[in-house]
């Protein structure tokens, strides 16, 4: 039951300022301008888990607390190829787009055929084609939307080896799926392509390495 006066979407009131009813249905124009902002974190399980303790998404949302809503769309497994498939129902061209969003693809798409993990793999070409059909679809939603593209991270190659060892023995994977070098090549492109579009980027791929110890530092197995 609902008292009179009472509104349910209340906002708290700041120092010298009346509360604010969130649900007050004075336009349409007017109720968009209350929502808050949205920061969209858009990738694959590195993504899906940025909400982890500890993770770089919980930060955000730590940061922005009062600021804006962070909503993540992190999907475990995925490639620059299979997130096409999503872009349309994450951002619709119509209604209230992000302020700002993160697009964080590479690590999957890395993948090298013939191995193990090489249904994941997309050609380094079609990664690039892949990560502009997407700006491309976010400045459309958007003209003043912030892009922000971000590189697959380094690969601990000999870390990821004495894991598989730990979990299969004689058995694990004789040749392995991924190399740091050819992730450098993936997020190589990112890179160009951020630039060739006047979006930002972050280049984790040679930040992490920058730093000693970084195998354990940031990575898990």
């Given amino acids: 039951m609902t008292m009179p006066g009472f509104c349910p979407s209340m906002a708290a009131p700041s120092a010298g300022h009346p509360p604010i009813c969130l649900a007050d249905a004075s336009g349409a124009a007017g109720s968009q301008d209350m929502l808050r902002p949205r920061l969209v974190l858009f990738g694959d399980s590195i993504t899906e888990q940025s909400f982890r303790p500890g993770g770089w998404g919980a ?45 964080f693809f590479g690590a999957n798409d890395a993948a090298l055929p013939g191995r193990t993990s090489q249904r994941q793999h997309v050609p380094v070409e079609e990664y690039r084609q892949n990560l502009k059909t997407i700006v491309n679809h976010l400045k459309d939603c ?47 492109q990112c890179i160009e392509l951020a630039k060739e579009m006047d979006v930002h980027c972050i280049d984790i791929w040679s930040k992490m390495q920058a730093a000693e110890g970084w195998q354990k530092l940031y990575l898990r197995p």
């Fill in 59 to 103: 930060a955000l949302a730590n940061t922005y607390s009062r600021k804006a809503d962070v909503v993540v769309r992190g999907y475990g497994g995925y490639n620059s190829r299979w997130a096409l498939f999503l872009i349309q129902r994450i951002f619709p061209l119509v209604g209230l787009p992000p302020v700002a969003t993160t697009i």
């Fill in 142 to 188: 958007s003209k003043s939307m912030v892009i922000l593209l971000i590189t697959p991270p380094p690969i601990d190659e000999d870390g990821r080896e004495r894991y598989a060892r730990s979990l299969y023995g004689e058995d694990a994977r004789r040749l392995p799926e991924r190399t740091n070098e050819m992730v450098g090549v993936y997020a190589g």
